[in-house]
C-alpha cells in the first residue's frame, strides 16, 4: 500500500509518524487496522535520501522503522534512486530508547566491507531513521551484544552517542522528507524536510507527465548559510497521474538551479 499525503499531515502520540486506517473486506467480514506511515533515509547518490513506506501501528515504532531500513529499497524505490549502504544480512538485535538515546543492537554484518564513504553512510542512515523520533535526539551502537565505540575498518566513531549533527556531511543540501518516491498524494500536498542553503532559500517544482509546470515557487528554511533549518510547505495542484517533485536551490552566482531533488509520485484528485 502507497502513503497518501494530504495537507493536514499529522503525528500521532510521541512518535512522530502519521498514521491512517486500512480497511479490508470480505464477504462475510469488514476489519479495520490502523497503520503509521515511517521514513526510511537510504541512499542516493553518497548522500541520504528519504521514502516513506507505510505499516501496521505497533508500540515498537523504532524497531519497525529499522527493520523497514535493514530490507533496503523496493523496486519503486530505486527507480526513484535509492540504493543502501546497509550489508545485506544486516540483523536487528535489539533497539531501546531512554533520556533520549537510541542504543541500536545490530548483527557483526553491519560493518562488513566497503571503505569510508560506504560505512559513514550506513551509519548515517541508522542516526536519521531513529532521529525522525522526538522521543530520539542522538545513537549509541551495539554489534553483536557489544559496546563499539567505532564502525568498521575504517573507524567511524560513534562513542559518545552520535546526532544528526555529525552526519552533515552525508546530508543532501536539501532533503525533502515527505513526499516520497512513489507516494500518491492529494491537493494540496505537504512537502517538508531540511536544508542548509544560501540565506535558507530553495525552491519547490511541481512537474507532470506531459511537462507541464503545476507548481514552482520558493520556500524557507528556518535556518541555512551554513546551519540547517526546517521547512513546511503546502502546494495545491490541478492535475493527476504520474508527476515528479522537484527540489532546487538557485545559484547566488549565476541563478543556475543546483543541490537539484527529483521525487516520482501520483498525483489524485
Do not use: K
Not at 543502501?84 to 533497539?95: F, N
Not at 562513542?159 to 556531511?169: L, M, N, Q, T
Not at 512537474?207 to 551554513?226: C, I, K, R, Y
Request: proline content about 4%.
Amino acid at each position: 500500500m502507497v502513503a497518501v499525503f494530504a495537507a493536514c499531515g499529522g503525528s500521532d502520540g510521541d512518535d512522530g509518524a502519521t498514521t491512517a486506517t486500512r480497511t479490508t473486506a470480505s464477504t462475510a467480514t469488514t476489519t479495520e487496522t490502523e497503520t503509521t506511515t515511517l521514513r526510511m533515509y537510504f541512499v542516493r547518490g553518497e548522500l541520504v535520501g528519504v521514502s516513506t513506506r507505510e505499516v501496521e501501528r505497533t508500540t515498537a515504532i523504532a524497531a519497525a522503522a529499522l527493520r523497514e531500513l535493514l530490507e533496503g529499497p523496493n523496486a519503486e524505490e530505486r527507480a526513484g534512486g535509492l540504493g543502501t549502504a546497509i550489508p545485506e544480512g544486516t540483523q536487528l538485535r535489539s533497539v531501546t530508547i531512554s533520556g533520549g538515546t537510541a542504543t541500536v543492537d545490530l548483527s557483526r554484518a553491519f560493518e562488513a566491507g566497503g571503505g569510508s564513504t560506504s560505512t559513514t553512510l550506513r551509519v548515517a542512515q541508522v542516526v536519521h531513521t531513529l532521529t525522525q523520533f522526538p522521543t530520539v535526539a542522538r545513537v549509541a551502537f551495539r554489534l553483536d551484544g557489544e559496546s563499539v565505540e567505532s564502525i568498521g575498518g575504517e573507524g567511524v566513531v560513534v562513542s559518545p552517542p552520535v546526532d544528526r549533527g555529525d552526519f552533515e556531511s552525508q546530508a543532501p543540501a536539501i532533503l525533502v522528507e515527505s513526499a516520497g518516491p512513489g507516494d500518491v498524494v492529494l491537493s494540496p500536498v505537504r512537502v517538508t524536510g531540511t536544508a542548509n542553503t544560501f540565506e535558507a532559500t530553495l525552491n519547490l517544482r511541481l512537474v507532470g507527465a506531459d511537462g507541464d509546470v503545476l507548481h514552482d515557487d520558493f520556500a524557507t528554511a528556518t535556518s541555512g548559510s551554513g546551519m540547517r533549518g526546517t521547512f513546511d510547505e503546502t502546494i495545491e495542484f490541478d492535475g493527476e497521474g504520474p508527476a515528479t517533485l522537484v527540489a532546487y536551490e538557485r545559484s547566488a552566482e549565476d541563478g543556475s538551479e543546483i543541490n537539484v531533488v527529483e521525487i516520482p509520485v501520483v498525483l489524485r484528485r
